[in-house]
């Protein structure tokens, strides 16, 4: 529930809302995300559920407190009835029904308890200017107004805290330096959703990233690898000894088949040892192919998998199914 700062800090709510089933939806908005609770069956009704204050998240803040608040906003509540809109079908037939004619089917459905936005424009910034004197001297970053051209991905999210990269250029800078520069910079990021505070990861940076497609393209790889290490996948399911520093940066292929058939194979210790002792034999000459795409329903093995292929190809979307429960987004 949304409430008026505390002590000056910009927290998100004073108060939560426990629900048993729950989902946490990301929908890119170009610059960000907005960030909405779904909450499931009778726990979601706003007069019920158990409720605990904020005090334990504020307690727990992440290294950096960052001069702007306007990293996570709150979204306005008319904003939300706005976009979101209840439609109670027929089990049965699929057909739209009026809300008035099945009281109970509204009470054990979707609820939209809360949203917020994550801006990664206005977290890019601050992280800029906090490291003016440092990484970005003699560049036009001192313009508190400039922003570079940047590309972002959703790592992970736990709780209230998310893990997320960017990567952005740094070409403006080559411009005006007479240095040899990185061409792109990347940076690894946690940030705490409840009161706006993040922590640096791990700097990262590119020779020869030096438009938008392979900026793009640098920005994903640097997501799945980071995601793979942290679930042990592919290589990395390997001692790191074993896997060696060429193959640190690995990123293997994805499917989204929402299957399982295979699903053990990504952890097959076996399977990828002999991969890496191929491929360091190899020592760089031709192209050793991995022994197989990994399921990303091991990397997000607690989200429903969606599949992007019709994305990828502009075809429209009418259906997402969700693997482990009833729900499904439609279209209509």
Same mark, same amino acid.
């Given at each position: 529930?949304?409430?008026?700062?505390?002590?000056?800090?910009?927290?998100?709510?004073?108060?939560?809302?426990?629900?048993?089933?729950? !989902?946490?939806?990301?929908?890119?908005?170009?610059?960000?995300?907005?960030?909405?609770?779904?909450?499931?069956?009778?726990?979601?009704?706003?007069?019920?559920?158990?409720?605990?204050?904020?005090?334990?998240?504020?307690?727990?803040?992440?290294?950096?407190?960052?001069?702007?608040?306007?990293?996570?906003?709150?979204?306005?509540?008319?904003?939300?009835?706005?976009?979101?809109?209840?439609?109670?079908?027929?089990?049965?037939?699929?057909?739209?029904?009026?809300?008035?004619?099945?009281?109970?089917?509204?009470?054990?459905?979707?609820? *939209?308890?809360?949203?917020? !936005?994550?801006? *990664?424009?206005?977290?890019?910034?601050?992280?800029?200017?906090? /490291?003016?004197?440092?990484?970005?001297?003699?560049?036009? !970053?001192?313009?508190?107004?400039?922003?570079?051209?940047?590309?972002?991905?959703?790592?992970?999210?736990?709780?209230? /805290?998310?893990?997320?990269?960017?990567?952005?250029?740094?070409?403006?800078?080559?411009?005006?330096?007479?240095?040899?520069?990185?061409?792109?910079?990347?940076?690894?990021?946690?940030?705490?959703?409840?009161?706006?505070?993040?922590?640096?990861?791990?700097?990262?940076?590119?020779?020869?990233?030096?438009?938008?497609?392979?900026?793009?393209?640098?920005?994903?790889?640097?997501?799945?690898?980071?995601?793979?290490?942290?679930?042990?996948?592919?290589?990395?399911?390997?001692?790191?000894?074993?896997?060696?520093?060429?193959?640190?940066?690995? =990123?293997?292929?994805?499917?989204?088949?929402?299957?399982?058939?295979?699903?053990?194979?990504?952890?097959?210790?076996?399977?990828?040892?002999? !991969? =890496?002792?191929?491929?360091?034999?190899?020592?760089?000459?031709?192209?050793?192919?991995?022994?197989?795409? *990994?399921?990303?329903?091991?990397?997000?093995?607690?989200?429903?998998?969606?599949?992007?292929?019709?994305?990828?190809?502009?075809?429209?979307?009418? /259906?997402?199914?969700?693997?482990?429960?009833?729900?499904?987004?439609?279209?209509?």
């Amino acid at each position: 529930e949304s409430g008026e700062h505390i002590d000056s800090t910009p927290f998100l709510c004073h108060r939560f809302r426990e629900s048993l089933s729950a !989902y946490m939806l990301f929908n890119d908005e170009d610059d960000g995300w907005r960030v909405t609770w779904i909450t499931i069956g009778d726990d979601s009704n706003e007069n019920e559920g158990i409720y605990s204050t904020s005090s334990s998240f504020a307690n727990s803040p992440n290294t950096i407190r960052p001069v702007r608040t306007d990293i996570v906003c709150q979204s306005d509540g008319a904003s939300v009835r706005g976009i979101w809109e209840e439609c109670l079908s027929d089990p049965e037939t699929g057909r739209r029904r009026g809300a008035e004619s099945s009281p109970a089917a509204r009470d054990s459905g979707p609820d *939209v308890a809360y949203e917020a !936005y994550l801006r *990664v424009d206005a977290l890019l910034s601050d992280i800029i200017s906090r /490291r003016q004197s440092s990484l970005f001297k003699k560049s036009p !970053y001192q313009n508190p107004s400039f922003i570079p051209d940047f590309f972002y991905n959703l790592i992970s999210a736990s709780s209230l /805290r998310v893990v997320l990269v960017v990567a952005f250029s740094n070409k403006e800078k080559m411009m005006r330096s007479a240095e040899t520069v990185p061409s792109a910079l990347g940076i690894f990021v946690e940030v705490n959703l409840f009161d706006q505070s993040y922590d640096e990861l791990k700097w990262v940076q590119h020779p020869s990233c030096n438009d938008a497609s392979s900026m793009k393209q640098w920005c994903n790889s640097l997501a799945l690898n980071w995601r793979m290490k942290e679930c042990g996948v592919g290589v990395f399911c390997l001692d790191g000894r074993e896997i060696g520093p060429r193959t640190k940066q690995w =990123v293997g292929g994805t499917h989204e088949r929402n299957a399982d058939e295979d699903s053990e194979d990504d952890f097959d210790v076996d399977l990828w040892r002999d !991969y =890496v002792e191929r491929r360091n034999a190899a020592d760089g000459k031709g192209v050793v192919a991995a022994p197989k795409d *990994v399921s990303m329903s091991n990397l997000y093995p607690h989200c429903d998998v969606i599949s992007n292929r019709a994305v990828h190809n502009a075809i429209p979307v009418r /259906r997402m199914a969700s693997r482990n429960s009833p729900i499904e987004l439609i279209y209509g």
